[in-house]
């Protein structure tokens, strides 16, 4: 009969380089955390993670019984790995769930681990791996479960391979995902509106901030290029709101801020082409970034039909351009 875990190390062991640095995302009692330590050798690193302090004591106690030194042990969510984790990684496992003999109402939750895993593919090295377990017996495991299959039906084939492994007549079994990067290509970046993102550089001081799992089917997708064209342009934050009238660039002060614009959207251009952003997910109806729309220069709140300033100047230098209303018109 098959032996799910046997085969899981085996599809990962090729990806595992020794004095590679590795990454286990749900410590448990350390039985990986052990195995990944084994198979990078002394000279390797591992970082563990988990949430629950027992999980910490009962791997440290594993790993001094087999002499183990090259181990980080670190009590926080796996989804801060990047707050801890510099180098690139050649592999990374996720055993989901609860902690074997533990607290069984403790367990991976879905929004912590969609961020996780969408980090470790940002800390991926090429011809790296993630193995994914996933345990759907309980409620949120099925969750998860269904919830990773769609986020990484978001990746790249040519970058990102991922295969699911399951036994079909036992729906209850545990189940893995193999997440198997490229040896040579690279995710494409995205030019993007810090403001999509959640940044606070809106002309009000605030943002306008996808939905976070949006945002994290773009970033497994894509490596993501925040650009703000009016404060690249040397604007404040915050600042009077501007709006196009005539070709001039005017705040509702009647200021003429069309130089501050200008240099901006050519800052942006110069980021986005240093970066190869051959897309542009830009914020709709902004004087610098509306792609098919903009407000019509009478600060009535009423639109018109145009293009902001940096989307203009983008798209007379070969970038395609869309607005978040068109996320998902990204072409393959």
């Known amino acids: 009969m098959i032996d799910l875990l046997e085969i899981e190390k085996k599809l990962l ?21 052990l195995w990944l ?3 990078v050798g002394p000279s390797g690193k591992v970082f563990s993670f988990d949430i629950q302090k027992t999980a910490l004591e ?27 984790v510099r180098d690139k990684i050649c592999a990374g496992m996720f055993n989901l769930g609860y ?56 990746c790249d084939r040519k970058v990102l391979c991922c295969s699911k ?22 995710k494409e970046n995205l030019g993007i509106s810090a403001c999509l993102l959640g940044n606070p550089c809106r002309y009000n001081g ?3 901030g996808l939905k976070e799992d949006i945002i994290q089917k773009l970033r497994i997708r894509y490596t993501l290029v925040p650009i703000c064209p009016e404060q690249l342009g040397g604007l404040p934050t915050p600042r009077t709101p501007s709006e196009i009238c005539n070709d001039r660039v005017l705040m509702e002060s009647g200021r003429d801020v069309t130089e501050e614009y200008s240099k901006g959207a050519e800052e942006a251009l110069n980021i986005l082409s240093q970066n190869k952003c051959k897309k542009a997910l830009l914020k709709e109806n902004s004087p610098s970034c509306g792609t098919h729309s903009v407000y019509d220069g009478s600060f009535s709140k009423h639109l018109r039909e145009g293009k902001g300033i940096t989307a203009s100047l983008l798209e007379d230098n070969h970038i395609s351009l869309f607005s978040e209303n068109e996320i998902f018109d990204l072409p393959n």
Do not use: C, W
Not at 66 to 72: E, F, G, K, R
Not at 105 to 132: P, R
């Open 13 to 33: 062991t090729p990806h595992i380089k020794e004095g590679g640095t590795v990454v286990d995302f749900t410590m448990g009692n350390g039985h990986d955390t």
């Open 99 to 154: 902690l074997p003999g533990g607290d069984k109402s403790i367990t991976t939750k879905h929004e912590t681990t969609l961020e996780a895993i969408v980090s470790a593919t940002e800390l991926l090295d090429f011809g790296g791996a993630l193995l994914i377990a996933v345990y759907p017996g309980h409620k949120e495991g099925t969750i998860e479960g269904n919830l990773i299959e769609e986020l990484l039906s978001y």
């Open 165 to 186: 492994f399951r036994i079909v007549n036992s729906p209850k079994s545990p189940f893995f995902f193999l997440v198997e990067k490229s040896e040579t290509e690279e």
């Open 37 to 39: 330590s084994q198979m």
């Open 206 to 208: 605030k943002s306008k």
């Open 58 to 84: 009962n791997t440290d106690k594993l790993l001094k019984e087999n002499s183990v030194t090259n181990v980080n042990l670190i009590l926080d969510s796996h989804s801060n790995v990047k707050q801890y």
